[in-house]
Each structure stands twice: as C-alpha cells, then as structure tokens.
C-alpha cells in the first residue's frame, strides 16, 4: 500500500508541477502573440501589439495583385484597389488568446491562423475596376455628350468587354486577408451593355 501511496504521490507532484510549467510558460505571453500565431499569413509568435503591426503594415504596403486580362499581367499595388489593411486591429485580433491566464495556457496547445483585418473604399474599388475594364479587348462605351466648339455632340452607349466585379473583389479580399499568398489570377471578361 505505502509504494501505491508514494507512486501516487509521485505522479500528483508531477502534475501539479507540469501544470505550473505550462501556466509559468504561459505567463510571458501576456502581452505578446502564442506560439504558432500567423497574421495574415505573416509568423508573429512572441511578438508585441506594435511588432505586430509594424510587421503588417510592412507587408501591406510592398503588397501587389498581378492580374492577367487576355494574356496581359497588369500589377497594382494593394493601395490602388481600394483595399486597405487595418495593422492595428489586425494586431488586436493577434492578442486575444493572450487575454489571460487561463486563455494563453490552453491556446499553447493550438495554432492561431488569422487573416487580416480590412477596409474598403468602395469609390476607389469601383475605379480600380474601371481601369481594369478599360484594359479588356473592347471596353464598354458609356453614352455621353462633348462639346465639340461649335455645339454639343451626343454619343451613344456602345457594348463591348468588362471583367466581373465580384470576381475581382474575390481576388483583392483574399490578396488582403492574406499578404504571404499567390496573388496571381487570370480574370475572366463578358460582355457588358452600357448603363446610361
């Protein structure tokens, strides 16, 4: 009974003192990232709020999308899309699992694989499609009117080719959340009436 006892004993004092390495580990990572933390797509284990940050927006900023219309790559830069990446909230998101004691020890268990955090400016993506349009084989022509020094000309609306919007968001958004990934796409082209 008493070599059960001590085996016993043993193995408590072994846990306990197991639990208060994982939980002493755990501890200096209050204010930083759990290991195996990626935002987006970017490693940030060990990091501050404001490593973190810097990291992203580092990233973002040398950030291109090369997309390809009928065989010609146009490269912009992820500023020009009207996408923007939120470093500071992205960083936020990053530190949550350090939130406490209890969050961090668990979370030494898992990895963490956050995608950036996002804004759109709608106006600007709208333009950035516009130009991607105007690069098609036969852009659509939208209806106007020119004064041509003498009186003012109508020009009708003529169809012609369009990339789609929503594929292009697709791309953009995913080149975004993810600065580490591919962002390399062929765009499909349809045909588009004019809207006015």
């Known amino acids: 009974m008493r070599t059960v006892s001590k085996v016993f004993i043993s193995l408590a004092v072994v846990l306990v003192l197991a639990i ?3 939980f ?13 933390t990626t935002v987006a797509g ?10 973190i940050e810097q990291q992203v ?13 009928e065989g010609q790559t146009i490269s ?3 500023a020009d ?6 470093a500071a909230q992205s960083a936020q998101v990053a530190l949550k699992p350090s939130s406490s004691i209890w969050s961090r020890a668990t979370g030494l268990l898992s990895s ?7 804004n759109v400016d709608e106006q600007a993506f709208a333009k950035f499609v516009e130009s991607l349009n105007a690069k098609t084989p036969s852009p659509t022509q939208e209806a106007s009117v020119s004064w041509n020094g003498e009186q003012f000309v109508a020009s009708p609306g003529q169809a012609g080719t369009a990339v789609d919007a929503d594929q292009v968001r697709t791309i953009v958004e995913s080149a975004s959340k993810d600065l580490k990934s591919s962002a390399l ?12």
Do not use: C, W
Request: no cysteine; hydrophobic share 40%; aromatic share 4%.
């Open 20 to 22: 208060a390495g994982v």
């Open 185 to 196: 796409a062929d765009l499909s082209v349809m045909q588009r009436e004019p809207e006015n």
């Open 24 to 36: 002493g580990f755990a501890q200096t990572y209050s204010a930083k990232a759990l290991p195996r």
């Open 42 to 51: 970017i490693d940030v284990s060990g990091k501050t709020a404001t490593q």
């Open 81 to 86: 899309t009207g996408f923007s990446v939120d």
């Open 76 to 78: 912009t830069p992820l």
């Open 57 to 69: 927006e580092a990233a973002a900023s040398e950030r291109t999308v090369d997309l390809t219309i």
């Open 112 to 118: 963490h694989h956050i995608p950036a955090s996002m």
